[in-house]
């Protein structure tokens, strides 16, 4: 009888309106089923597995499947997903990137750590954040031309000049999951850097001091631009990213693999050889539905394609872009992702 009522009491403090509860403490997701007994916060399935790694701080059961003791569920009532947010995030910079359910491992365990073991936004907390300054030095792994091996790098990055710097060290042929691309542009062309370092905090560190430097630099650059309409323009996601085949402008010439990238703040389609090139082969600027902008699920007049696959074509007003995909559904998520691209103001 105590388990299903304290279950049900459990729920109901998950589901309370205004509470907070309904939502993840930790990336947001929807409806959480899992909770921290020792925080007093409702989590997910992805960030609670996260939590089990800190045993001192935090300790894990689920809301539907676990028993409820009573002090617990008057702990979870006294406590809550609005009071841990009140207290673990009173000091979160606003260049902090916080991640959701969808971002990798390491921006998500990072977050977690940052806020329950480190105590960094806390509102106690009397130390400058180490990445706010605008400028960071250390070492990265970066990935060498040819694709071939990370090369270790001394980084120098600096608000104040508007750069990030690397210097020759030895090398080493290694691999790791905590990676880091960076996207810029510079005359004009679209360039890619790709770096890691073995420890998870250290490239978040990494990621978030250039988000600041970037602030920092809208900051001055739009100084009466409101802060909510420059924290988007820090850095941002490709909407979507994989591989197509595009023919040239003459829609003649054989179809060949390129990896693309979506850029819908900047609205360009960026496309590369390889995914880890460093240059881009080109892009495609994408405009809105009335100046002439349209996607298509068929091939324009008078030009063939050997593969019998899902074709897209982007219709501007200067020419016909033609894309092959490999499913009906990757063919589906391109056009939507693009859709949005060409509706969006």
Not at 113 to 142: H, I, M, N
């Amino acid at each position: 009888m105590d388990y299903e009522r304290n279950k049900a009491l459990l729920l109901e403090l998950q589901r309370a309106a205004g509470s907070g509860n309904d939502r993840c403490a930790d990336c947001g997701d929807p409806d959480p089923e899992w909770a921290s007994c020792k925080l007093g916060i409702f989590i997910c399935l992805n960030c609670s597995g996260i939590h089990r790694d800190l045993p001192e701080i935090s300790r894990v059961k689920s809301i539907r499947l676990d028993f409820w003791e009573g002090n617990l569920i008057e702990f979870m009532r006294n406590h809550g997903n609005l009071w841990a947010k009140a207290k673990f995030e009173a000091k979160v910079p606003p260049y902090y990137y916080i991640p959701k359910s969808c971002d990798c491992l390491v921006l998500r365990q990072q977050w977690i750590r940052a806020k329950y073991e480190r105590g960094e936004f806390l509102d106690t907390q009397v130390c400058q954040d180490p990445c706010s300054a605008g400028s960071r030095e250390g070492c990265l792994w970066k990935l060498g031309k040819g694709r071939k091996q990370f090369q270790k790098r001394q980084f120098l990055l600096s608000a104040r000049e508007g750069v990030m710097k690397y210097y020759s060290k030895e090398v080493e042929k290694i691999g790791h999951s905590h990676g880091l691309q960076i996207t810029y542009i510079t005359e004009g062309q679209t360039r890619n850097l790709f770096v890691y370092h073995e420890s998870g905090k250290e490239i978040v560190d990494w990621f978030n001091a250039i988000r600041a430097a970037r602030y920092h630099y809208l900051k001055t650059t739009f100084p009466n631009v409101p802060e909510p309409e420059l924290i988007p323009r820090i850095t941002r996601n490709f909407a979507k990213e994989g591989y197509m085949e595009k023919t040239g402008p003459k829609q003649k010439e054989v179809f060949k693999v390129r990896w693309f990238c979506l850029d819908s703040q900047e609205r360009n389609l960026i496309y590369f050889k390889n995914p880890l090139d460093e240059c881009a082969r080109g892009q495609v600027f994408i405009g809105r539905r009335e100046e002439g902008y349209e996607v298509r699920d068929d091939l324009p007049q008078k030009v063939w394609a050997k593969k019998k696959k899902p074709v897209i074509t982007l219709v501007t007003p200067v020419r016909e872009f033609v894309f092959i995909c490999e499913s009906d559904w990757k063919q589906r998520e391109w056009m939507d992702a693009l859709n949005r691209v060409i509706t969006q103001l």
